[in-house]
Nanobody
Framework: QFVESGGGLVQPGGSLTLSCEVS????????MSWYQQVPGKERELIVAETKSGSSSTFRDSITGRFWISRDNAKNTAYLQIRNLKPEDTAVYYC???????????WGKGTLVTVSS
């Protein structure tokens, strides 16, 4: 299971750290990823990290602003976002897997709204 949290209303230029608490498996044994779903659009993969800590971003507009990390002891993954822009407004989901979801059961996501 995946429980995302940490979203909210943020002004442009602000920062947020989203959390993803996982259960049912050991975070240390899997790759993790974050997906973004902009209102009216499909959910898209934006960043992923292998269990060894190697990460990639999958959209140029977020490179240098979005970082994925994890705390295996807490079974929690994180998405750090800096210099938030209005176009980052979306629901963010975490998922095990790197290029593709490795579960069909998604969490509820956490909504980030970037607005002044």
């Amino acid at each position: 299971q995946f429980v995302e949290s940490g979203g909210g209303l943020v002004q442009p230029g602000g920062s947020l750290t989203l959390s993803c608490e996982v259960s049912g498996f050991a975070l240390s044994e899997v790759s993790m990823s974050w997906y973004q779903q902009v209102p009216g659009k499909e959910r898209e993969l934006i960043v992923a990290e292998t269990k060894s800590g190697s990460s990639s971003t999958f959209r140029d507009s977020i490179t240098g602003r979005f970082w994925i990390s994890r705390d295996n002891a807490k079974n929690t993954a994180y998405l750090q976002i800096r210099n938030l822009k209005p176009e980052d407004t979306a629901v963010y989901y975490c998922m095990r897997g790197y290029y593709r979801p490795e579960s069909t059961s998604w969490g509820k996501g956490t909504l980030v709204t970037v607005s002044s």
